[in-house]
């Protein structure tokens, strides 16, 4: 409890948004965890300090604001295509960029998976989603006047 008035950000394999973007993955059916997310995420609201969640798994360049928590998707191997995310921290807020680090094109890369994996979902839907918008992948986190610099040397 000593620590609620610090900004806090929080790091898990799972998404802890159902996305229903593939048959296959992400959601109730396929993983039952993903059951009590909304759960989750109604406890990190209640908490107050609960700035971002930063995950993996669904190796998609995304990010979305519920209640305002960001939920920011780290796209890392994104099908095979190597890609890094930047968090910049300063006092104020926190930049997050992102850039791909290999010229492979990601709707070949999705185009070559194979036959098992391909038959329940549109590619170039797969590869509008995984791949994001500009905005997914640039945006700042303010964090309200928090001084989260002070927070991480402490």
């Known amino acids: 409890m000593a620590n609620r008035e610090k ?3 929080l790091f898990s394999h799972y998404n802890l948004i159902e996305r229903y973007w593939n048959a296959m993955f ?3 059916s396929h993983y039952p965890e993903y059951a009590g997310m909304a759960d989750l995420r109604t406890i990190l ?3 107050g300090n609960v700035i971002a969640v ?3 798994h669904v190796h998609a360049n995304r990010v979305e604001i519920i209640n305002g928590i960001y939920y920011i998707d780290i796209g890392a191997t ?3 295509i190597p890609s890094i995310r930047y ?3 300063y006092p104020s807020r926190i930049e997050v960029t992102y ?3 290999s010229n492979a094109r990601l709707c070949e890369r999705v185009a070559s998976l194979c036959p098992q994996c391909c038959c329940c979902f549109d590619r170039e839907r ?5 791949d994001g918008s500009p905005e997914d992948k640039a945006f700042t986190i303010w964090l309200n006047g928090t001084t989260l610099g002070e927070t991480l040397t402490r």
């Open 7 to 9: 900004p806090t950000i």
């Open 26 to 28: 992400d959601t109730v």
């Open 45 to 47: 609201e209640q908490a």
């Open 54 to 56: 930063i995950n993996g």
């Open 78 to 80: 994104l099908v095979g």
């Open 87 to 89: 968090f910049h921290v």
């Open 99 to 101: 850039e791909y680090i």
């Open 126 to 130: 797969v590869c509008e989603f995984i």
